[in-house]
């Protein structure tokens, strides 16, 4: 990760990467453009993403997350703006950052019809890797996704998991720089979802720098460092992943007590350790639980110290994250603009 | 066939200006703009093998190209080649109809390769290849060499069954010429199906579109029966038909029939053309779809 960007909109020699001293951004994009027609898919996108991070992208479907990773990408172009990535300006050298990005996603697959290893082999000698390399890289990176096994196989015998998997080991062959995930666990099962969560972190540990798209609050929780949300083709929030929860309200901690009449008890205990903020604890009595807005590990263990120190017994807690719509709801004052799935997690939460 | 054996070199470096220090990423230091050409034969060979590797995965994608001239060839010699040639003379309509059949079957061929482009897309493979850092034209160049590939099986296949039935060929050299010219076609012919993979939406749309236009081409063509027994108007579509040239060229050629040279020129000229025009169109809407 040397090169550092060069955001503003100085000539660019063809062969050379933009450079800037101390530029911390690994992806720089200023008042990106892309119309469809009367479509607004980007309507000015301006985001930063610094070097060895993951800036999550959070946006209902049709927000414009995936156009923004196409333009990124070179696949399409915008109509009007800039995107420096990893050094190289999108629009005047796309080859050059064709070779320092990896995509992965709803659209950017592999060939069903081959088997493992002969789409990594081919995506290797497709990134100039001779003979030799691109073997030894395809047996490295199966063995490091777990596709030995499944390594013969065609794509299209895996399953779910196994795909995305294959997916992320395609993107990774050219060792690169940014990765773009653009929606990487969207209809996947929780177990599976975990198990791509886990490889994503190793690879931010090896020091890529991602873009990561997603509708799921957790996702981006679980991933990114910061977040900017998008809706319409525009950015409407941004920030540390922190300040927005605390901006939307964090956390909400579900507490059932073991014998549903010390319910109010236990609302009341809440009010008076000072731990619901200017509101009350919130009784939901249709589940037997008390809700709480928390914003830190802190406050959490505090509810359950003040709670059991008043010796209530307690049958379950729960922590529920913001559903996507909450977070829309808190940011915009209205409902995310399209229809989307519920985050699988969070459903409970929407109760 | 498989890729290229060379690892050529990259061929610049990029002139990148002071980076804070040596860049870990062994990618990063190939960011050369230009793709050399044999960057672009490899990149080629390797493209070419995934679609062998897909025939030996679903060794049925060859089925028409293995029955196809089998089933025409015995179809046509008997149905139509006593009411063309006389009863009992269908040897005289083997000759007339294999150098024609050899053209038809460029076309359903050419065909095939717009639908399976098409699908392609369905994938999301492409997009994978289209974010990676290869010349966009290597991925339709290599579709064209695997179906004239196929082509050349259907063809040896074509005139393994012409010779059971009775064709005879008395020029060796000219039926390698017809051959050759009929793939140079078969190719041309390819550019615009491909082109139809890219801006179309289905893969039957093309087929459908593929048979209403290819259905009149070749059967209003000297491939199945002389043209002198024809309407004026249909004669002068047949003469300007290139498939009635190619046929007649490869007739020519395979028995030293009279003067081919026009025939083989007519068909040269088209396939130039048809390239010229088609092949920068299928990679300008390949290279900007969205």
Known sequence: MAAGTLVAMTRIDKNSRATASGSPHAVSVRGLVKHY????????????????????VLGPNGAGKTTLVRCLSTLITPDSGSAVVAGYDVLRQPRQLRRVIGLTGQYASVDEKLSGRENLYLIGRLLDLSRAEARSRAEGLLERFSLTEAAKRPA??????????????????????????????????????????????????DGVTVLLTTQYMEEAEQLASELTVIDRGKVIAGGRIDELKAKVGGRTLRIRPADPAELTATAAALDEAGLTGPGNALVDAETATVLVPILSDEQLTAVVGAVSARGIPLAAITTELPSLDEVFLSLTGHKASAPQDPAPALEEAAA | MSAQSTTAAPPEEPVRTAGPGPDPSPAADRGDARIGLRAHLRHTGALVRRNLLWIRQDPESMMDAVLMPIIFTV??????????????????YVNYVVPGLMAMMGMNIAMGVGTGFNQDFQTGVMDRFRSLPIARSSVLVAKIVVEIGRMMVATAILLAVGFLLGLSISNVPGMFAAIALAMVFGSAIMWIFLTMGVVMKSAQAIQGMGFLVLMPLQFGSSIFAPTKDMPDW?????????????????????????????????????????????????????????
């Open chain 1, 37 to 56: 027609g009367e479509t607004k898919a980007l309507d000015g996108v301006d985001l930063d993403v610094r070097e060895g991070t993951v800036l999550g």
């Open chain 1, 156 to 205: 299209n015998t895996y399953s779910g998991g196994m795909r995305r998997r294959l997916d992320l080991a395609a993107s990774m062959i050219g060792s690169p720089e940014v990765l773009y995930l653009d929606e990487p666990t969207t209809g996947l099962d929780p177990r599976t979802r975990n198990e791509v969560w886990a490889e994503v972190k190793r690879m931010v540990t």
């Open chain 2, 75 to 92: 179809l046509f010699v008997f149905v139509f080649g006593g009411a063309i040639s006389g009863k009992g003379n269908q040897d005289a």
């Open chain 2, 234 to 290: 249909l004669q002068t579509f047949t003469d300007y038909n290139p498939l009635s040239s190619l046929a007649d060229a490869a007739r020519g050629l395979f028995n030293d029939a009279g003067p081919v040279a026009h025939d083989v020129w007519v068909t040269l000229i088209w396939s130039v053309v048809i390239t010229a025009v088609m092949a920068p169109v299928a990679i300008h809407k390949f290279r900007t779809k969205t």
